[in-house]
């Protein structure tokens, strides 16, 4: 399973989301746009997420802080719906990220977020008056169980799982100028400390592209560092050691923040860009909804509670049984031992086919969680059965004395119908191909004549 919803419990307590205590208002420019604008917010209810409203406009539309909700990522990552714009959010929402806001509203009366110094200064000054509650519902984090990467030109992102948050960043620019790096933990007080004071800077080989471009209409060394060559043009001493890379975490954090969850994992970035950053949430988005598909497979379907009965005068498929391999004999073929032995009898052995039983009982171990209440045999058994059955039929063929057969892949995997306490499975399975120690199987396996699993499954004989 590659992410899910999990744990509440950090240092043996339950994390509650958070709104801001009460309104606050700051005024300034937009960094891209040059426009005046005043900007509000507003504790929201529980679960509500952030939310961006243009009081400038007709009917006051709001745009939820959400990836699907990403229209540009071209120097600033910018939200829109419909003809509706909200540019340049990151900094902002790596303040609201970073000290762990979930839930609030942003009124705006222009199209972006006044820049302040071109750190998030300003918005963790503005939250911090505002202070903070705690809302009654549990924050349910995005948990990274496996890891997950992307590459989107020179950037590299990998996510690895990590118990917290983490993230290390390795800053140039395309000629390898000012290469720095820096990885922290990332909680409040880390975010405040050590990342929101960096600005955002750009080359000046870059400003004509951006002037060209309308991108800067409302940029000055007030609010962006400006690098010439091996000069650093800026108002005031550089604020922190590495303060490129520190403004590159405090873009990601705040792309990241588009999750819509707050993040558990160590993220390794290279020359991240807020199209990388905007790419890694969609995959990760991607990789959860495949895992929840998957998960599906094993669940018991919606509604269903009884077994299905044949209907009367129905011809039903006898079970068979005669048996050419007994438990005993299955045993000294197969290396599987309680609770993974799912082959009971063969009752039908040929040359490349056979019919193999298995009898569900109630006392099967995993019963006691799949599911309580419901029992259902899990749809990963029925294709290993599959596979065992497999190997009987390959360990007799030649010389299989002292071999293992390996599973190595299944493919065109189908479960179809629940198989329950007190059924009898039977495995059906055909040897299409042997070459060497590869064999490949197709197998089926049926409840009353019924297929309910089916599978293509590939295995090798190997050294025990």
């Known amino acids: 399973m590659a992410c899910n919803y999990r744990g509440k419990l950090l240092n043996g307590h339950v994390q509650l989301r958070k709104t801001i205590a009460k309104k606050a208002t700051v005024s300034g420019i937009g960094l891209h746009s040059g426009n005046k604008v005043t900007l509000t917010l507003i504790p929201a209810e529980a679960g509500s997420g952030i939310r961006f409203r243009r009081v400038d406009l007709q009917d006051r539309p709001e745009i939820p802080a959400v990836v699907e909700n990403v229209v540009d990522t071209t120097r600033a990552t910018t939200l829109g719906k419909g003809s509706v714009r909200i540019h340049t959010v990151e900094h902002l929402l790596s303040a609201l990220s970073g000290l762990e806001i979930d839930d609030v509203i942003v009124e705006l009366d222009a199209n972006e977020p006044p820049v302040g110094d ?45 118990d917290g948050f983490r993230i290390t960043c390795t800053s140039a620019d395309q000629k390898g100028r000012y290469t720095q790096f820096y990885s922290l933990d990332i909680t409040p007080e880390s975010w405040r400390a050590e990342i929101s004071r960096a600005r955002t800077f750009c080359f000046m080989e870059e400003i004509e592209y951006l002037i060209q471009n309308g991108l800067i209409k409302g940029g000055s060394l007030e609010n962006a560092v400006i690098i010439l060559d091996d000069a650093v043009l800026t108002t005031e001493p550089m604020r922190y050691p590495q303060e490129f890379a520190r403004h590159k975490i405090l873009d990601l954090i705040g792309d990241l923040c588009l999750l819509g969850r707050p993040i558990r994992g160590h993220v390794i970035a290279v020359k991240p860009n807020h199209t990388a950053n905007i790419e890694l949430v969609r995959a990760l988005l991607a990789l959860e909804r495949k895992t929840k598909s998957v998960a599906q497979a094993f669940a018991p379907p919606v509604g269903l509670t009884t077994p299905e009965e044949p209907k009367e005068g129905a011809p039903v498929e006898p079970i068979p049984t005669e048996t050419v391999m007994d438990i005993m004999r299955v045993m000294k073929i197969l290396p599987h031992r309680y609770p993974f032995l799912m082959i009971d009898r063969v009752a039908r052995l040929e040359e490349n086919r056979i019919v193999a039983i298995k009898n569900v009982s109630i006392n099967e171990e995993y019963f006691q969680g799949h599911f309580p209440g419901h029992p259902i045999m899990p749809g990963v058994l029925q294709l290993e059965a599959i596979a065992q059955a497999a190997g009987i039929l390959m360990f007799t063929k030649g010389q299989t004395e002292g071999k293992l057969a390996y599973f190595m892949s299944a493919e065109e995997v189908k479960w179809r119908k629940p198989v329950r306490p007190g059924d009898t499975l039977v495995i059906e399975v055909e040897l299409t191909r042997v070459r060497g120690r590869i064999g490949r199987a197709k197998g089926v396996c049926k409840v009353n004549g019924e297929i309910v699993s089916e599978a293509q499954v590939t295995f090798m004989l190997q050294d025990a």
Do not use: W, Y
């Open 118 to 162: 071109g750190s998030a200064k300003l918005f963790c000054d503005l939250i911090d008056n505002a202070g903070t509650v705690s809302l009654n519902q549990p924050r349910e984090p995005f948990v990274v169980n496996e890891p997950v990467k992307i590459e989107v030109g020179e950037s590299m992102l990998t996510v690895l799982p990590h």
